[in-house]
């Protein structure tokens, strides 16, 4: 685990939602000094009771925390990511302050982030943890603690970067993600973006497919009491997550969640045509989909 000043002991969290509040806990409990950046004033109401070291609004005048920090971790939305960026690079950041975000895709936010990398040093990042629940006031400690983290280097080389090498870089961010007990592992934009949609994106309009499918039997949803078992509760759980935030991270993964939905939609129409046959091999299907499962949350 992280000590004090084994690593970077100096961090702004630009964006004090459930995942940068949650990470501002952790940094500050390891010893860290933490600012951080949020423009909902409501939210930076919730923020006091966390007693930081300091919060800004968007709209403060934040540069001597961008000046003096380690590392600058970009907690919002991915559709605002590039223009914090644009903004951290009229900064006069430290020669080794590195910067890495937590959305959900990257494959555009990678290609649009090499435009403004001259003056600073970025790797992306996904962290595969969070909650269907939202805000700081739902933040807690050790959300990353042994979460994967997908960190994508820049697909090309960075020009003019000091004492920080590409490689140095990276693995500055890696020892990060460590010091909080996640698991970094390093992928191409690209196939992270592939990956998400299968893992994550994808999953989440399946749940909502499942809870829309209800309107088919629209007499349960007059019931005084729960119709459902556990099984539809698990299933739906993630289609009560935060509409507005993920209508952004589908939209940018639009290429890679239609690739996912032509995939489910052809086997479903093989599964379709087997049981209408009579020869759907559920029992082989369960068990098999019980060991891709295992394989997958063995360490959950």
């Known amino acids: 685990m992280h000590t004090k000043g084994q690593f970077m002991n100096s961090y702004v969290i630009w964006g004090m939602g459930l995942l940068g509040t949650s990470l501002a806990l952790d940094l500050k409990k390891l010893g860290c000094k933490v600012a951080g950046i949020e423009k909902?004033?409501?939210y930076i109401e919730v923020l006091q009771?966390?007693?930081?070291?300091k919060i800004y609004h968007t709209s403060d005048d934040f540069q001597e925390s961008?000046?003096?920090c380690d590392g600058i971790i970009i907690a919002t939305p991915v559709d605002a990511v590039y223009e914090i960026l644009e903004q951290i690079a009229g900064a006069s950041l430290?020669?080794?302050t590195w910067i890495t975000d937590m959305a959900s895709t990257k494959g555009e936010l990678m290609k649009k982030a090499s435009h403004c990398s001259k003056n600073m040093h970025f790797v992306g990042s996904h962290?595969?943890?969070g909650s269907d629940?939202?805000?700081p006031?739902?933040?807690r400690m050790d959300l990353f603690a042994g979460a994967t983290i997908y960190v994508t280097?820049?697909?090309q080389p960075q020009n003019d970067m000091g004492n920080l090498s590409d490689r140095i870089l990276t693995e500055n961010v890696c020892k990060f993600w460590k010091s909080l007990g996640a698991h970094p592992y390093e992928i191409s934009s690209e196939i992270h973006d592939k990956w998400a949609a299968y893992l994550s994106h994808g999953l989440h309009l399946v749940s909502c497919m499942v809870s829309c499918l209800l309107n088919d039997i629209p007499e349960v949803l007059e019931m005084s009491h729960p119709p459902a078992g556990g099984s539809f509760r698990d299933i739906t759980r993630v289609a009560g997550s935060n509409p507005e935030l993920w209508s952004g991270i589908i939209n940018s993964n639009s290429k890679e969640v239609t690739a996912y939905l032509e995939s489910m939609e052809r086997l479903i129409g093989d599964w379709k045509r087997q049981l209408q046959e009579k020869n759907l091999p559920v029992k082989e299907i369960f068990m098999k989909s019980a060991r891709i499962r295992s394989a997958i949350v063995k360490n959950k």
């Open 40 to 42: 909902s004033r409501e």
């Open 49 to 53: 009771k966390y007693k930081f070291d």
């Open 153 to 155: 280097p820049l697909p």
């Open 66 to 68: 961008l000046r003096s």
């Open 94 to 96: 430290p020669e080794n």
């Open 133 to 135: 629940l939202n805000g």
């Open 137 to 139: 006031a739902h933040a």
């Open 127 to 129: 962290p595969m943890t």
